[in-house]
């Protein structure tokens, strides 16, 4: 199976800070890689696919990037909505894999 | 918009078969460029995929769970079901059920809220 791992597990930001989160996969996959936002009591939602392409109705200060291996997703001026957990997750293999996630918590 | 909702029992004892329904509404459960699926996750830790099907190529399964597992689609009560048999403590999970693109598989358009199962006697 192909590993995913997310840094940092946690992260501490205020309201207006740009966040970054980094997903790292064993191996190789291409750009088969998504990014979910989960709040606490609700399934997750896709923000991001192919890597880089922004789901509908995402606003535009999500943003993401890399290929291969090394992945990143972007918060530019982080809103008060935002503070949840992210998940990476490749699609490149089957089985499809998440990473651990990353949470976003008030400073 | 397309909406998912998942349903069954919250408890279930160890060595029985899992069986939740998701019902589907907002979409057609018939397009046949959509498959159907569920993902896990363990309360306070993260996601699993377990499976999915279409109409127009095989299921997939996670090959971790492939032995135990038989998802379904029902289009004349526009619901899809899984199948967990032989369950054990380590079942226990929040279940949610998920919408993806035939091609490609594997991203989760749309997910429901989830429901809780307790494997436990």
């Known amino acids: 199976d192909i590993q995913m791992t997310q840094s940092p597990s946690t992260m501490s930001a205020s309201v207006g800070d740009t966040v970054i989160i980094t997903c790292r996969a064993s191996?190789?996959?291409?750009?088969?890689l998504a990014w979910y936002q989960q709040k606490p009591g609700k399934g997750p939602d896709l923000l991001i696919y192919?890597?880089?392409n922004l789901e509908s109705g995402v606003p535009s200060r999500f943003s993401g990037g890399g290929s291969e291996t090394e992945f990143t997703l972007t918060i530019r001026g982080l809103q008060p909505d935002d503070f949840a957990t992210y998940y990476c997750q490749q699609y490149r293999t089957n089985p499809w894999t998440f990473g651990q996630g990353t949470k976003v918590e008030t400073k | 918009q397309l909406q998912l909702e998942e349903s069954g029992p919250r408890l279930v004892k160890p060595s029985e078969t899992l069986s939740l329904t998701c019902s589907v509404s907002g979409g057609s459960i018939s397009n046949k460029d959509h498959c159907w699926g569920w993902v896990r996750q363990p309360p306070g830790k993260g996601l699993e995929w377990i499976g999915s099907v279409c109409f127009t190529t095989s299921a997939f399964y996670n090959p971790s769970l492939k032995s135990r597992v038989i998802i379904s689609v029902d289009t004349s009560k526009s619901q899809f079901s899984l199948k967990l048999t032989s369950l054990t403590a380590s079942d226990t999970s929040i279940y949610y059920c998920?919408?993806?693109?035939?091609?490609?598989?594997?991203?989760?358009?749309?997910w429901g809220q989830g429901t809780l199962v307790t494997v436990s006697s």
């Open positions: 191996q190789s996959v291409n750009r088969w």
């Open positions: 998920t919408k993806e693109e035939q091609n490609p598989r594997g991203c989760f358009q749309r």
């Open positions: 192919r890597a880089s």
